[in-house]
């Protein structure tokens, strides 16, 4: 069992940055990844990015490529979503989730773990 629990959303200007965090506890794999999703009211939970456990490589949506940063602590089983030049379409409930392999990292649907959600809210 792995549990997740997310935290650092909050109520930000466009333009602002902020780092959402992770934290992991359980029996976690080094072949599991650790995905970042989102999901605004009326939408589908949708893909941000995702980071591997053992080498830390990432893949990002297109809408946040190049603005978003995933990071991991290994020491402190934490994983970070580092959110910059923010915009109002970002605003969503954000969620970390857990998967076992690289396949189908994009499907939500894929997850084994799920952290309950932090709200981020920006405003134009």
């Known amino acids: 069992q792995v549990q997740l629990v997310e935290s650092g959303g909050g109520l930000v200007q466009a333009g602002d940055s902020l780092r959402l965090s992770c934290a992991a506890s359980?029996?976690?794999?080094?072949?599991?990844?650790v995905g970042w999703f989102r999901q605004a009211p009326g939408k589908v939970r949708e893909f941000v990015g995702i980071?591997?456990?053992?080498?830390?490589?990432?893949s990002y949506a297109d809408s946040v490529k190049g603005r978003f940063t995933i990071s991991r602590d290994n020491a402190k089983n934490m994983v970070y979503l580092q959110m910059n030049s923010l915009k109002p379409e970002d605003t969503a409930v954000y969620y970390c989730?857990?998967?076992?392999?690289?396949?189908?990292?994009?499907?939500?649907?894929?997850?084994?773990?799920w952290g309950q959600g932090t709200q981020v809210t920006v405003s134009s």
């Open positions: 980071i591997s456990w053992s080498g830390g490589t990432t």
């Open positions: 989730g857990a998967k076992n392999g690289v396949i189908y990292f994009r499907d939500p649907g894929r997850y084994d773990y």
């Open positions: 359980g029996r976690i794999s080094s072949d599991y990844r």
